[in-house]
């Protein structure tokens, strides 16, 4: 009989030593609604302004800012004109911090990261 030895489960604390998993940052990056906020402030504009440019309500714009809500993909691509920012580049933020608020509902995000660590990921098949 083979026994397989399971991959150990790395801690946030190894990782960060660790310099070649990518999966792992010494800094937090900046979040989408702090960076929605950034754009906004930068350009010296209103909450309300922005929301009325890309046609979104200024309370869902608001939530988002404070991280207390995702904006939708079209609403992401109307605010990437808007900001002229790459649309991938926002859309990536969106998707990260979706993913972001999934790990942290999850008990099982510390092996989830360390499975995607180990096995390399074809994209193509899951579309």
Do not use: C
């Not at 960076?35 to 906004?40: A, D, G, I």
């Not at 209103?46 to 939708?72: F, N, W, Y």
């Not at 942290?104 to 092996?111: C, G, L, P, Q, V």
């Amino acid at each position: 009989m083979i026994m397989v030895k399971p991959a150990p489960i790395i801690s946030r604390d190894m990782a960060s030593r660790n310099k070649s998993i990518p999966l792992y940052r010494q800094s937090q990056p900046v979040r989408l609604g702090a960076w929605l906020r950034e754009l906004r402030q930068k350009k010296d504009l209103a909450l309300r302004e922005v929301a009325a440019a890309v046609e979104m309500d200024q309370a869902h714009l608001s939530k988002a800012e404070l991280g207390q809500r995702i904006p939708t993909s079209d609403q992401v691509a109307r605010l990437a004109t808007f900001f002229k920012v790459p649309t991938d580049q926002m859309e990536g933020r969106r998707v990260a911090e979706k993913v972001m608020q999934e790990i942290a509902a999850s008990s099982a995000a510390e092996r989830a990261l360390s499975i995607l660590r180990e096995e390399p990921i074809d994209l193509m098949s899951y579309k």
